[in-house]
């Protein structure tokens, strides 16, 4: 379980980072992309292949498509989430509650600025990766509950 926690942690922690660095960088990466600078700091890759730079053409469209709110939200979404977790860390059961908020409104938020905007959509692997995690941490939470019940009846 730890383990899990950890890794929420980690993960919340980066993308809280995450989500400010791309709200501030995402207009200067469009207008990059725009005055074809992208493609002059992509020369040097040119020997990676065609194939390669095209990918990242590609890539850095779909990023400077996504509106700047969904960064915002998805700010606000992984403190919460990160909240939940530290709280699930002391023990507290309201935390997997925060976090399984946070997440479910994480898969919102993408499903209205992000996954429009992906071929194919990875909404179906977000969902279950966020299923496994909550459904873990519920188990854990509800094992817990059943223990201190038996103690309190020794």
């Known amino acids: 379980m730890?383990?899990?926690l950890v890794l929420s942690f980690i993960n919340?922690?980066?993308n809280i980072l995450r989500s400010i660095i791309m709200y501030f960088t995402t207009p200067l990466m469009s207008e990059m992309l725009?005055?074809?600078q992208f493609e002059e700091m992509m020369e040097p890759f040119s020997s990676m292949g065609e194939e390669f730079t095209k990918a990242m053409n590609d890539s850095m469209t779909v990023l400077t498509q996504i509106?700047?709110?969904y960064y915002?939200?998805?700010l606000v979404l992984f403190i919460a989430s990160l909240v939940g977790v530290i709280k699930m860390f002391r023990g507290d059961k309201r935390g997997l509650h925060i976090y399984a908020?946070?997440?479910i409104?994480?898969?919102i938020d993408a499903s209205v600025f992000v996954y429009p905007l992906q071929k194919p959509s990875p909404f179906f692997s977000d969902l279950l990766l966020t299923v496994i995690f909550i459904?873990?941490?519920?188990l854990y939470f509800k094992r817990m509950n059943l223990t201190q019940e038996n103690q309190n009846q020794e």
């Open 135 to 138: 459904l873990i941490y519920y």
């Open 105 to 107: 409104l994480m898969l």
């Open 12 to 14: 919340a922690c980066w």
């Open 67 to 69: 509106n700047t709110n």
């Open 34 to 36: 725009n005055n074809g």
């Open 2 to 4: 730890t383990i899990l």
């Open 101 to 103: 908020i946070a997440q």
């Open 72 to 74: 915002l939200i998805l």
